[in-house]
């Protein structure tokens, strides 16, 4: 079945670090892939999506490009805020039918001053 | 425009009782769907309703159950607790229909703890 693998957390960094999270995934056809954070005591935020092979999802300075090839989705911020502390989950959904989300497990980011 | 809700934050049940957890949709969506996360993992999807019709279910046991009323809040019930029940419970609304993607938004969730 459908499944993602994240990398394993916490991810500590100082403020301004470059970040990357590592994602990749299992399935057939050709899913869409999301990525989701939590802050603490909140539910998910969906923080940006990419549909199709090459595409390349942006939202508050984070990027994230489907990579087809590599069945990747990894997520970077060139200079994170301590304010992006939180838990990033990386997630797909299989091509056609309802919208359901299958998750990986989630990755701890701790970004001190 | 309001956003999804979920009652209670907490809650604490000793094994074997029966919950039900509430979550109001945000205003004009039209599907709920409810997540299991248990500490340290992502979401898993227990079921989703569709104009208050089940339309998609994880892998859980029947004791995990759902109602979604006619004006789109839900209810997520669970019998026979048991003590891998406790976990943080999600629900998450969207708007079918809407086009090709249909974003769901989540609540901040149920806290349960089962003793």
């Known amino acids: 079945g459908d499944s993602v693998t994240q990398m394993e957390g916490p991810v500590t960094l100082s403020e301004e670090a470059f970040l990357t999270i590592n994602c990749t995934y299992t399935?057939?056809?050709?899913?869409?892939l999301f990525w989701y954070v939590q802050y603490p005591g909140e539910g998910l935020q969906l923080l940006l999506k990419?549909?199709?092979?090459?595409d390349k999802g942006s939202n508050k300075g984070f990027e994230a490009t489907y990579r087809k090839e590599t069945t990747s989705f990894h997520l970077e911020k060139g200079s994170v805020q301590v304010s992006d502390s939180a838990v990033y989950f990386c997630?797909?959904?299989?091509?056609?039918?309802?919208?359901?989300?299958?998750f990986g497990r989630g990755t701890s980011l701790i970004v001190h001053p | 425009e309001t956003g999804v809700t979920q009652s209670p934050t907490h809650l604490i049940k000793t094994r074997g009782q029966q919950v039900t957890l509430r979550c109001s949709s945000q205003?004009?969506?039209?599907?709920v769907s409810w997540y299991q996360q248990a500490l340290g993992q992502g979401p898993q999807f227990i079921f989703q309703?569709?104009?208050?019709?089940?339309?998609g279910r994880g892998n859980f046991p029947p004791r995990f159950s759902g109602l979604q009323f006619p004006n789109y809040s839900s209810e997520l019930n669970v019998n026979a607790l048991e003590l891998d029940d406790s976990a943080l419970y999600l629900c998450?609304?969207?708007?079918?229909?809407?086009?090709?993607?249909?974003?769901?938004?989540f609540g901040p969730g149920t806290r349960l703890t089962v003793l």
């Open positions: 990419a549909t199709k092979a090459d």
């Open positions: 205003s004009g969506h039209n599907t």
């Open positions: 309703y569709y104009r208050e019709e089940e339309n």
């Open positions: 997630a797909l959904s299989a091509s056609g039918g309802s919208y359901i989300p299958t």
């Open positions: 399935a057939t056809g050709y899913p869409s």
């Open positions: 998450a609304s969207s708007l079918v229909g809407s086009g090709s993607y249909n974003e769901q938004f």
